[in-house]
């Protein structure tokens, strides 16, 4: 066999295993929900339109990698968050303009930070059994001044099982996880229950 087919064979074989699949790790909505009545406030968040945009490629298994757009699918699980915990939520072009929030009637704006990170047991199947959402999150008051901030690790595994139905399910899961326990941590914070 010539030089040139076994440099085909190899550059096939590293493009299949380098490919990047794509997933989406929005959680179930349904699954974030608090009882109770929402504070009587209007609340702003903020994320940057580069990061809305921004696509992250994490590990999969059997040397391959997955990639999602972090923010954009997030920004879900965060509207939903808020509209449990507050009478109404509006995106915002800014978080530090206090006249803008002041003119809009915006209490508080909650600006996420995510970082994901993957990895899989499996050798032979590309879906990711392993999955962390790190998430924070940061809270101004209409001075545009830091009031709350919290910082929150969501992790999902998943077997081949459960992937063979949702190649995102250890994503899915790492997500729901972080997004409640922010749900958690604003639920008991005095800082928006001020009057």
Known sequence: MSTLPKCCVLLAVLALAGCAHQIVITPELRS?????????KKVGYYISAADMETEVTTAGGGGDKVAYHPYKELEPALQKVLFNLF????????????????????AYVFVPTIRTES???????????????????????????RIWS???????????????????????KASLAAFRQLEDALSQAPEFRKP
């Open 32 to 40: 974030l929900q608090l009882s109770g009545s929402p504070i009587d």
């Open 87 to 106: 009478r109404d939520v509006q995106r915002v072009n800014s978080f530090n303009d206090a006249s803008l929030l002041k003119q809009q009637g915006i």
């Open 119 to 145: 990895s899989s047991s499996g050798v032979f199947t590309w879906m990711p059994t392993h999955f962390v959402v790190l998430l924070s999150c940061t809270a101004y008051d209409d001075n545009a001044q």
């Open 150 to 172: 919290g910082n929150f690790s969501g992790t999902g595994e998943a077997e081949f099982s459960e992937l063979k139905a949702d190649f995102s399910a250890a994503a899915h």
